[in-house]
Nanobody, 125 residues
Framework: QVQLTESGGESVQAGGSLTLSCTDS???????????MGWFRQAPMKEREFVAR????????YYADSVKGRFIISRDNAKTAVYLQMNNLKPDDTAIYYC???????????????WGPGTQVTVSS
């Protein structure tokens, strides 16, 4: 059973920074590294949306336009972890943030196989 767990969400003021972490407690390093990893978010009354993804090489990345230049995704395969560094946060970034695993290079949430329970990020103006 895949166990993804996000952490790092909290309440911050606009303009602040946060770093989210997601760890995979079920897969050893050699398995974790074969999956693309993504971050998604869901705000109240809105659909879940893609935020960022990173490939198995830990170098190839892709970002939603809304976060490009402000967020940085990274991964540490040895620690079976993926991170999302969020800078210059805005109230519109308020959402529950989820990490997910996929064996397809995609932005579509439906293509991600495994999900964590999420971590809440709240940005106040």
């Amino acid at each position: 059973q895949v166990q993804l767990t996000e952490s790092g969400g909290e309440s911050v003021q606009a303009g602040g920074s946060l770093t989210l972490s997601c760890t995979d407690s079920e897969h050893p390093e050699h398995s974790f590294s074969t999956f693309d990893m993504g971050w998604f978010r869901q705000a109240p009354m809105k659909e879940r949306e893609f935020v960022a993804r990173i490939g198995t090489d830990a170098e190839t990345t892709y970002y939603a336009d809304s976060v490009k230049g402000r967020f940085i995704i990274s991964r540490d395969n040895a620690k079976t972890a993926v991170y999302l560094q969020m800078n210059n946060l805005k109230p519109d970034d308020t959402a529950i943030y989820y990490c997910a695993k996929s064996n397809v290079w995609t932005n579509r949430a439906s293509d991600y196989l495994y999900w964590g329970p999420g971590t809440q990020v709240t940005v106040s103006s």
